[in-house]
């Protein structure tokens, strides 16, 4: 039964290192709990902060002891009443191939309605997290025009196709040529820019936002996010959902001063958790599996297989190797 421990915390870019592959024996599940078998491990960027000493809303991990992220798992056996064996579940689980649970935070999946996968992506938080941060605090209406840094990834291509559906004009910016593609192609975006060709992108976002930028949804950060601002409309709203630019920064980098534009142009600049809008979950699912079932959403994975992978696929996040979403299949 492996394991993936934190090593070391990481200065910078995470590395292998940082981890550690053990492995001790399955566990018996207690009366009450419930055994568990990983099927399916999310990977995503805000566990680096995790990684940190530093306290930030959700505590960090311990060295020595198992990091955790979204995963959808089997139960094998059950000592619990809610669960039985052969159910699918989701929680926020251990990297563990088997571990117990009390049941607590396990939320029951089936594959009637989408794959299992799904739960970890469009229908789960990074799914949430596009909805709820778009149409809560984006507030997109009927003809404007909706900017999304991160565009190719699990937050991005949701949120440029729910922007979409809610008839913005979308312009998505990612980090090659391929996503560039995918974007337009398959995901239904009007434009996309490669940031990392592109060699002034503030004038870049100028020219394809004719009409300026109404919503600027940043997943990034930093020197992107300052091109996307310096673009906006007056009364322009920007959800705060991710810096992942700034992730790995051992100093915090100075920028332009962007208060000036946020006051002159009385824009709402506002940061979200996803946990913030937790009321809000079943009607933003109920929302996004329709859309899914009615061939209007587009899921996009990539899956990486095996379960001491998950490390790398975790560190690939920050070299943008993933479409869509992340996600370690065991
Ligand atoms: P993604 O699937 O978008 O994966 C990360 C992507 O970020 C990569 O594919 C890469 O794409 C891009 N990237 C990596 N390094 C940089 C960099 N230095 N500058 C610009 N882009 C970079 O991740 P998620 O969709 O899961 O998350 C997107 C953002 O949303 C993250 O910042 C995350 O922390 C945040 N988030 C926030 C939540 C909240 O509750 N507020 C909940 C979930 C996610 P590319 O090839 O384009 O560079």
């Known amino acids: 039964n492996k394991k993936i421990l934190l090593n070391k915390r990481p200065h910078g870019k995470p590395t292998r290192n940082d ?76 990297w563990k191939e088997y571990q117990t649970s009390n049941g607590k935070g396990l939320h029951k999946v089936t594959q009637n309605e989408a794959k299992l996968s799904s739960y970890l992506g469009v229908l789960g938080m990074t799914g949430l997290t596009a909805y ?29 196709q729910v922007g979409k559906l809610l008839g913005c004009t979308v312009i998505g910016l990612t980090g090659s040529d391929e996503k560039v593609d995918l974007l337009t192609a398959t995901f239904n975006f009007d ?13 870049a976002i100028k020219s394809t936002c ?10 990034v950060g930093g020197e992107i996010s300052d091109a996307v601002v310096a673009n906006i409309n007056k009364y322009a709203r920007l959800p705060v959902c991710g810096a992942i630019s700034l992730y790995n920064e051992t100093e915090v980098p100075v920028g332009p ?35 899914l079932k009615e061939n209007k959403l587009t899921s996009s994975e990539t899956i990486v297989e095996g379960f001491d992978n998950i490390p790398q696929a ?17």
Do not use: C
């Open 19 to 94: 981890f550690k592959i053990s492995s001790e024996e399955v566990p018996i599940p207690n009366d009450n709990e419930v055994l568990l078998k990983t099927l399916y491990v999310s990977v995503d960027p805000y566990l680096r902060g995790r990684m940190n000493e530093a306290k930030s809303y959700v505590p960090p991990f311990e060295l020595n002891k198992p990091l955790q992220s979204g995963i959808i798992a089997e139960v094998m056996e059950s000592k619990q009443a809610d669960f039985k064996k052969g159910d699918f579940v989701s929680g926020n689980l251990e």
């Open 132 to 160: 709820l941060g778009l149409t809560e605090i984006g507030l997109p209406k009927k003809g404007e025009t909706l900017v999304v840094s991160g565009a190719g990834g699990a937050v991005g291509t949701v949120v440029g």
């Open 191 to 203: 434009h996309a820019i490669n940031y990392k060709t592109t060699p002034n992108l503030k004038e």
């Open 210 to 219: 004719p009409n300026g930028v109404d919503i600027y949804f940043d997943n």
């Open 257 to 291: 001063r962007l208060q000036p534009i946020i006051l002159t142009k009385s824009a709402t600049m506002r940061g979200f958790i996803i946990s913030d809008f937790a009321e809000k979950f079943p009607a933003a699912t109920k929302q996004l599996s329709a859309w």
């Open 314 to 330: 975790f560190i690939d996040l920050f070299e943008g190797k993933n479409k869509g979403k992340m996600i370690v299949k065991i």
